[in-house]
């Protein structure tokens, strides 16, 4: 005793200072408490029941109040509280039900005090009043909370909970008669010490357990409580209605909750499960902790703030079994870590993000998106500083909003509205769906419609509708050109590089297997127009230089149609590759080819022979007789690729442009899908008249039905009402012709037409010749009918 | 049919339980919302719904936590969830579950093979034998190594946290369910093995009609008897709540507290052997319930009720783990223990908390859960001795539960009320897994 008090007044005068520190204690601690000049700690559990000073460098354990050779339950303690007035005193609650308190003072080595008994189930918390020496309150699991005076054996008064276990009981600071009680079925309730009978106020603060509450010291009205449903919730007690104020979503169960002294918004926590570490929040940013300190390996079972004036000392107990000083200024600050910028897409595209306002506003100065045309900065939002301590943060949030939709609408509707699936030869159809495409700006598109005219038209028919394909060798190597740079510099995506992929895997394959690879050869060339330069290895494949210009080629032509390159290699390169497409002006090249490409080799090739002798073995399945069949693979991949693009138009409008040519190649359920996606597309955009021209034109029975559906009339018998089921024009039960022509007076088998004014009728033709010559009703009803 | 040659089944069972009366049952039973919707989901409204119709606010809870686990969004496949639970109904030679759930194994697709054997089942399911032996038998052995190998980043097949805890919620209940199909005798449905025959009926008898039980017939004639009986025992459940805790040492109470852990209560009824149906999907069938040893000798630790909590804590990583599921168990759990109709036998108005909890202890001790606060001398007080035989075989051997056993205790108590008493050893039991296997999972979060 003389020790410790020694210790007290060294270090009682001025201000407590120290460092983060630990000790191992020899079990896991369930509760610690300060008394009140800070200098002492005492951290109790099931196992453990200790003093321990807190001295500069390090805890020295003082006393220990566990004695006995086999201590009795009463030692396990579930929770522990020091005296704030008398620092002589102590009171524990155990597991078992008993309420001791201890008195430092005692001679003997067995320090404790009184024991009451009258809980039945464990005891979860001990108070002492914050000003009355001798008061001090329990809450029980039995559901009980008594009150006991220190001065007499047994407790002075008893609070019922109505059954339900009390799980934390706090003394208000302010309020001399008041204490709250919180519950495990969510409740907190309100007691006035002096009525027994029944609380003051009663409020569901969680869903779950409440498992702690603390008043907040200064603010009379500030209940903070802490719950298994991870929040916490600051409670404004002043109105008539418990007002939630403030709310902090944790990441586990909170166990404690502890104000922090001198700082009016801040508050410790730590969890009961899962989560080891302590973390101080501000309630205000319920969102990110203030500070975390993260020393513990095992959960935090006992926060306490050292002094009750001091917000820079915490000290922790844990079931790791170490006792912890820890000091504010090494907390862990999350909020420096924490990454500024947040990037969210909403449900429609709008996509929104929020970065520090220096960083956007600096931003917007400097124009960092040239080609944003689509951003449009929404709004700037500006948070107010809540904290001193915080560093100054405001973020600007911006919205983006995607145009994007309404744009692909537009191209939809007008593709649908503008495309000619029908009516025309085949060739104009493609020529005109690449126009509009084109003047929609989906160069991908129209490339295809041209290429499948190429593909499939009549060489016949080709020499009158292909003006620019007069042009020549050189008109259509542009042609080609422009695909492949389109391809690859719009960036339409994936295909595109994947096809050049592929070629460039099938160049490989050239390479490993020149000399019998013509058929691989073809594939090429039925798959890639822009794959020229492929034959040519197999001329030289020895020539390592040719793939390098070939691969410049290839960049040259994006960029300029000048080649730096010997011209003629290339045009008569491009030449046999263009003759698989078959334009027919190329037909007579075709008859020159062996010697052009004999030439070439001779330019380019040591050993033209060989190359001279391959061409003519390829030279049949480059003939300009090409079934058309022969690109159907290709494009059934493509449509297949556009429908997975989500492009099920082009997909439908192709098939139906190309008609019997692809059909075959198709499976029926695919077509059919297509179809109804489309018709579907269709109709949700009110293109009634595109979808039944669809619906028309496709060659699926399931689809040409949809027209059919709902297109049956029921009559009814003009002489017996009854409904005609068999015949149109005679009715089953009275057997007497019920559509009788008005004019010719016979039976109407075919179209019947009638007047919707007196609805007399007949033939149409009958009726649309008497109504030429006459106003009135052939019926003689009188009716002046009208025929339009 | 039966002129093609056809045999004709018929079922045998007269009713859902071989020990309670079909009328009972059907008493308190039809024209429950629950029931009619569960019909209607299911097309047939089983047994075990039947007789837990007795307790319509439970059967209620325990057919939304059995949905969610069987067919709600979870990280295990439907097929599995239901061949775990075949693999835990083995393991209590409970024919009855394994054939419910094999029949939803197969309605889910799952592979018809891996019925005929566990060596079929994916290594990553057997993984999971060791943990379903323990869990059903000893779960106080469960340590975070079991929990390791299975979980941990080497581990092949690797199973994560949360399709484990999933298995693990899924082989608890099945396995508490054994009990509480054991203990209130279910019959078979009438699609099961035994639960129909091809033979005509024999007009001599039907051997499974409860009312001819001599065990039942024995009871009838000690009802004068049985009437004292209950008199006592309510004399000492209110005796006990007045009394004014006598102060006694911890020694004192651990004594307690171990006297009714390791008393030895005779349950080995051997019976016959299990169907071979049940047996093909068990490994290591010996490993069953140890009794504790006798005080002094190398006990197992005990499990301090304070220090593991299912309120505090196994809630908490379950809901964090398996949202949703923590929510229902706690609902589940909380109506089982404060289920209570206040009338006791031919009393009205009682207040049965003190049995209950005594029940609820007991239970809890025998898979080594000691509660400080709880004072363990009113179980002997409370609990009769054939009461313990009933509950001891129930929540460790429930596959050796007989009529007898059923019978013989609470001779005067309604059925419904000895159902009730079977309700809080499934979910006692049931808990006690949970928590032990959580807390081996918490060390191994740690």
Known sequence: MEKMSRVTTALGSNAISGKTMFCHLDAPANAISVCRDATQVVVAGRNIFKIYALEEEQFVEKLNLRVG???????????????????????????????????????????????????????????????????????????????????????????????????????????????????????????????????????????????????????????????????????????NRAKEIYCVQTIASVARVKWRPERKFHLATCSMMVDHNIYVWDIRRPFIPFATFEEHKDVTTGIVWRHQHDPHFLLSGSKDSTLYQHMFKDATRPVDKANPEGLCFGLLGDLAFAAKESLITSDANRKPYPGGDRRYPMFFFKKPDPTEQFAHVSSALSVFETDLDSHRMDWFVKTAQLYLLSGKPFAELCDHNAKVAQELKRPQVSTTWTMLRIMFSDPANLATPGPNHNLGKLGTLPLMNSFSLKDLGSGMGAESRLERSKGESRQDNIHLE???????????????????????????????????????????????????????????????????????????????????????????????????????????????????????????????????????????????????????????????????????????????????????????????????????????????????????????????????CAVCHHVVKGLFVWCQGCSHGGHLEHMMNWLKSSAHCPAGCGHLCEYT | MSEQGVQVPRALASGPSAFIPAKEILKEGPNQDVLIESFLSLGRVDHISMVMAMHPAYLCCFLKTQHALLEMDGPLPRQWRHYIAVMAAARHHCSYLVQQHSAGYLEAGGEESWLSGLEHAPAKLRSLQTLNKLLAHRPWLITQQHIQELVCPGAEPRWSLAELIHAVVLMAHAHSLCSFVWGCGLNPEPDHIGGYSFQPPSLSHSPHSPAHSPAHEDGRHELADGAVEVEVLMKRMVELQQQQEEECTQEEMVTRFERERSESIPTAVVRGAPPDLVLRLVEEPEFRYEDFAPRGEQAPPTMRAQDYSWEDHGFSLLNRLLPDMGQLLDEKFQIVCNLTYHRMAMHEGVDTHTLRKALWNYIHCLYGIRYDDYDYGSVNVLLERSLKVFVKTMACHPEQTTARIYHSFWRHFRHSEKVHANLIVMEARLQAALLYILRAITHYMR
């Not at chain 1, 569901?204 to 500030?222: I, K, L, Q, S």
């Not at chain 1, 032509?557 to 491009?574: D, G, M, N, S």
Request: hydrophobic residues 30%; aromatic residues 10%; negative net charge.
């Open chain 1, 514 to 740: 020149p000399g019998n690879s013509y058929i691989s050869n073809n594939e090429e060339n039925e798959e890639t127009e822009g794959s020229e330069g492929h034959p040519e290895y197999m001329f030289g494949d020895a020539e390592l230089d040719d793939d390098d210009l070939y691969s410049m080629e290839h960049d040259n032509q994006t960029e300029e149609q000048e080649y730096t390159l010997p011209q003629e290699a290339f045009q008569l390169r491009h030449e046999i590759v263009d003759n698989p497409s078959a334009p027919e002006h190329l037909q007579q090249d075709k008859a020159d080819s062996p010697h052009v490409s004999g030439n070439e080799a001779e330019v380019t090739c040591l050993t033209p022979i060989e190359s001279f002798s391959l061409i003519s073995i390829s030279q049949p399945l480059f003939s300009p007789h090409l079934p058309a069949s022969f690109f159907c693979p290709i494009v059934r991949e493509m449509l297949s690729y556009y429908a997975e693009q989500g492009d099920v138009q082009m997909a439908v409008s192709v098939l139906i442009v190309l008609g019997d040519r692809i059909r075959k190649e198709i499976d029926d359920l695919t077509q059919e899908h297509w179809y109804m996606s489309y018709i579907d597309l269709l109709q949700r955009f009110e293109l009634w008249n595109v979808s039944n021209e669809v619906i028309k034109l496709s060659t699926c029975s399931a689809i040409t039905c949809l027209n059919q559906t709902s297109t049956t009339l029921h009559i009814n018998c003009s002489n017996c009402k009854r409904p005609m089921s068999n015949k149109g024009w005679i009715c089953d039960r009275c057997h007497q012709c019920a559509s009788v």
């Open chain 1, 69 to 239: 050779r086999k201590p009795s339950l009463n030692f396990s303690c579930a929770d522990v509280m020091w005296h704030q007035m008398e620092e002589n005193l102590l009171a524990t609650a155990a597991t078992n039900g008993a309420v001791v308190t201890w008195n430092l003072g005692k001679p003997s080595r067995n320090k404790q005090d009184q024991l009451f008994t009258e809980h039945k189930r464990t005891v979860n918390k001990v108070c002492f009043h914050p000003t009355e020496v001798y008061m001090l309150l329990s809450g029980s699991q039995d559901g009980f909370m008594k009150c006991f005076d220190l001065r007499k054996k047994e407790s002075v008064s008893t609070f019922s909970g109505q059954s339900e276990s009390v799980r934390d009981v706090q003394f208000s600071m302010k309020d001399y008669f008041t204490f709250a009680a919180s519950f495990e079925n969510g409740n907190v309730q309100l007691w006035d010490i002096r009525r027994p009978d029944r609380y003051e106020r009663m409020f569901t603060a969680h869903t779950g357990p409440v498992f702690c509450c603390d008043w907040h010291p200064d603010d009379r009205g500030w209940l903070a409580t802490g719950g298994r449903d991870k929040m916490v919730k600051v409670w404004d007690m002043t109105t």
